[in-house]
């Protein structure tokens, strides 16, 4: 009801008592009363329910098993968040603060649900903002909501009694992005300084902790002065889930649901490639309305199958690799990593094949135990191995490449020019700027054909191991160390 109706009935309802000659002081005593209770508590609700925005807003409790497929940035957070449980020790031990850690990974991967987690786990209240709010036409705006940002944090905590307060700033990209880089730049680079400055004054003497994270899926557009020591310096990656995680999540998401017994989890977790976490979500919420739509009490097999369908027609999933992409992503990756274990054993850290930025597939190198500075013929020429690898293993299965291994091929020739340079190749000693472009080109291509050879052999000898790797890829999608050795040692 509009205040005004009930303003305007209760001053009718008094001037008609008071008509009647009733004593009406009691009953503007009460209602004074009524309306000084009801300004009090609507406050506290609209603070308590606002969602996202410089208001602050309830976690309902998310802890870090609600989210899935995320085992390793999981891991990684909680290890910062050891500087926001530790109070004491780290003053002790003369640490200075974690002021802020940054998620990064695409859209739906579940960074605001591990901010919120990350609150639970440290018992801190939790605030948060989206960048794209700070940004407004007038000029100081931006720094003035970052300043009553971390004012509420600060506030947040003390109302409900908790030692430290998280500020999650998602879309951070448009708050931060590189100084000058925007067209009003004036306004973006104030809340930007202001951020700084916010950040600057947390410190280990204040009654509240803070800790900021942010989120983006664009950490290259960061202004550098943000990732700065002391700022926000810690970076954990969240990615697209594999099928072991899609599988966590599709638990997560179908434990308040009714399944029918044909429901199987794992088939609808290998049919979901790249879908993220949020997409999963709705997936599952999808297959409940279908089956609701059919009257159904149950959630049977095919409502999921369906919902699929629906979340990819209806979200046009951005990068969706076909089925025979996916194989030939298994087969490059596979070929690289059967190389590279091949020519310097121990060098394969992992391999996957769900997409990470814009690579299809990634295949992460060991770190070396000590840094290394200078190389050997040997090991530049088995650096071009394993970057061919990959298009080899790609000719081996299909007798023809494809352009996903461009980059690779760039790789090659710089590698390939640094023989040269280093006066290892067939020309000799040499001084680059002297020697003609068109000898330097040929001398490159050269090397590169001779180690084609050697890399292309070695992978038709091992077609065993390159087999078995490609297809426990394809199957799990992602190999750790471990893993990967297992499946070597089987073939
Ligand atoms: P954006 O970058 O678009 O802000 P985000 O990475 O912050 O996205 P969330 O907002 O955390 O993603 O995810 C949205 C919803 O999707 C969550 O509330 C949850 O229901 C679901 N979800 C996303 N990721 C996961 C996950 N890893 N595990 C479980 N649920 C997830």
Redesign the pocket.
Known sequence: MPKEVVVGSGAGIILFMLFLGINVLPLILFGLLAVALFIMFEGQLRDGIKGIGTKTKTINHVTFD?????DTAINEFKEALEFLLKPVEIVEMGIRPLKGILLV?P???????LAKAAASYTKSAFVAASGSEFIEMYAGVGAKRVRQLFSEARKKAKREGKNGAIVFI?ELEILGAKRGSHQSHMEYDQTLNQLLVEMDGISNDEETRLLVVG?T?RADMLDPAILRPGRLDRQVA?NL?DKKGRVK?LM??TQNKPLADDVCLEDIAKATFGF???QI?SLANEAAILALRDGERKIAHRYFVEAIDKVILGEKLDRRPSDEEIKRVGIHEAGHAVVSELVRPGSVSSLTIVPRGQALGFMRKNTPEHDQYLYTLQELEGQIMVALGGAIAEDIYYGARSTGARNDFEQAWNLAKEIIKSGMSSLGVIAVSEVPNDLAFKECTEILKNVEENASALLNDNRDLLDAVSSRLLEEETLDRQRFLETLQSA
Do not use: C, M
């Open positions: 609600d989210v899935g497929g995320q990974g859209p739906g991967t579940g960074k605001t649900l998602d989120a899926n969240v889930p999540i997560i998401h993220s976490g949020a979500e």
